[in-house]
């Protein structure tokens, strides 16, 4: 079957695991899922979550795209939270169950794979469809992806504006609100902001910057 495969994860989640442990690490997982599992509005549906990912299919790239610019809004209100990366590609895979298989799939895994946090990577046709909606779209060039025969065309598209006045924490990569951080540090004339104090002084104790 033809449909558009997405993977969406979370930036920076190894380095969250070592700054706050594993049951926060879980805690963040099952409330992600569930953050995108209130937003799937029929466009789409989650076909399981892997580790830190959710791996998501719909229809038609149309319906990705919407599908994934609701959960962007929807995690960047969130205070305490990572920032997200994903990738798409509309392709062929096999169901089989609940599952797909298939190099539909594996093509949006790679893409995915190359995101940088608070990224969106897409192939041709979902970055057409992107920009026949009016969104930025970006092209990037011709890639190959780890693994897989052949080259394909990669595209960045933006979802949104992010909001205002936010930073990511240098420790566990949190998004943090700067008006609520819970630590704030100037070193060589940049400013850190941190979600909590334990990793404000895991940053220090690593740089060695004055506490002050």
């Known amino acids: 079957m033809e449909s558009t495969f997405i993977f969406v994860d979370l930036a920076g989640f190894s380095a969250l695991t070592e700054a706050h442990g ?3 690490a879980a805690d963040l997982v099952e409330g992600f899922t569930a953050l995108v599992d209130t937003v799937l509005c029929g466009d789409g549906e989650r076909v399981r979550t892997i580790g830190d990912a959710v791996f998501l299919v719909a229809p038609r790239p149309a319906a990705a795209l ?3 610019e609701r ?3 929807r995690a960047r209100h969130q205070e305490s939270f990572p920032v997200l990366r994903a990738g798409l590609h509309h392709g062929e895979a096999v169901r089989r169950g609940s599952d797909y298989f298939g190099m539909g799939v594996n093509v949006a895994a790679r893409v995915t794979a190359l995101a940088a946090g608070g990224q969106v990577l897409a192939t041709r046709a979902v970055a057409g469809v992107a920009r026949a909606e009016g969104r930025s779209v970006t092209a990037l060039g011709t890639v190959e992806l780890k693994n897989l025969s052949g080259r394909v065309d990669l595209y960045s598209i933006e979802l949104g504006s992010a909001l205002a006045a936010e930073a ?3 420790v566990c990569r949190m998004r943090v609100r700067q008006s ?6 100037r070193v060589d004339d940049h400013d850190y902001y941190f979600c ?4 404000a002084a895991s940053f220090l104790a690593k740089t060695g910057a004055p506490s002050s």
């Open 22 to 24: 594993d049951n926060a």
């Open 66 to 68: 919407h599908l994934l």
């Open 71 to 73: 959960i962007w809004e």
């Open 168 to 170: 990511v924490d240098p």
């Open 180 to 185: 609520k951080a819970a630590a704030h540090v």
């Open 196 to 199: 909590s104090v334990e990793c």
